[in-house]
């Protein structure tokens, strides 16, 4: 069963950091690696990142230059920096991440979510 938690998200004044961790266990990673999506209240979910199976990342343009994705391979975890935080980065920031669901098929699989809150 493949299982995702995220964690690391925390109230910051604007112009701080934060570092989230996503922790992937089960199955094995399809091509597509790991998204980051958020979702701020009345407003459609948002892609921020990926990073796929061979290390390649992608940012929206929302985020490109402030958040950088990375990862521990060993410990089945990729991180999201997240530097020059403003008060349009508040939102539930989500973990999804490509496995292989039986012999033949991807999925997506998504974590719960965990709260990140900028204050001006």
């Known amino acids: 069963q493949v299982q995702l938690a995220e964690s690391g998200g925390d109230s910051v004044q604007a112009g701080g950091s934060l570092k989230l961790s996503c922790v992937v266990s089960?199955?094995?990673?399809?091509?597509?690696?790991m998204n980051w999506y958020r979702q701020a209240p009345g407003k459609e979910r948002e892609f921020i990142s990926n990073?796929?199976?061979?290390?390649?990342?992608n940012y929206a343009a929302s985020v490109r230059g402030r958040f950088t994705l990375s990862q521990d391979n060993a410990k089945n975890t990729v991180y999201l920096q997240m530097n020059s935080l403003n008060s349009e980065d508040t939102a539930m920031y989500y973990c999804?991440?490509?496995?292989?669901?039986?012999?033949?098929?991807?999925?997506?699989?998504w974590g719960q979510g965990t709260q990140v809150t900028v204050s001006s």
């Open positions: 089960g199955s094995t990673p399809c091509n597509n690696g």
């Open positions: 999804a991440a490509e496995r292989l669901r039986g012999s033949d098929r991807c999925r997506w699989y």
């Open positions: 990073i796929d199976i061979t290390g390649r990342t």
